[in-house]
């Protein structure tokens, strides 16, 4: 069974940095797109950043030039740093992956289970 797990969310001042990381348990041959999606409180859900597997990069307009998404395709891993936090990045953060290429066929749209980030003095 393919799970992906966040970790690295908590609660940090205006200013500050933090870096979320996501693992893909399980048998796992290979990942397409990985993003980072968030949810604050009352709002719709939105991409924050999106990762190919060959490096291709998409940020939304509000963390362009704070945040940096990477990944590490050997340990199937999608990494978030997040620098220069606002309160207005307080949310749930969510990993995802498009398709997870796994023995007998392919797992498409997987999605963490969040982790809390918040910003506040």
């Known amino acids: 069974q393919v799970q992906l797990v966040e970790s690295g969310g908590g609660l940090v001042q205006p200013g500050e940095s933090l870096t979320l990381s996501c693992a893909a348990s399980?048998?796992?041959?290979?990942?397409?797109?990985m993003a980072w999606y968030r949810q604050a409180p009352g709002k719709q859900r939105e991409l924050v950043a999106r990762i190919s597997a060959g490096g291709n990069l998409i940020y939304a307009d509000s963390v362009k030039g704070r945040f940096t998404i990477s990944r590490d395709n050997a340990k199937s891993t999608v990494f978030l740093l997040m620098n220069s936090l606002k309160p207005e990045d307080t949310a749930v953060y969510y990993c995802?992956?498009?398709?997870?290429?796994?023995?007998?066929?392919?797992?498409?749209?997987?999605w963490g289970q969040g982790t809390q980030v918040t910003v506040s003095s």
């Open positions: 995802t992956a498009d398709k997870l290429w796994v023995p007998g066929g392919v797992r498409h749209d997987q």
């Open positions: 399980g048998s796992i041959f290979s990942i397409t797109d």
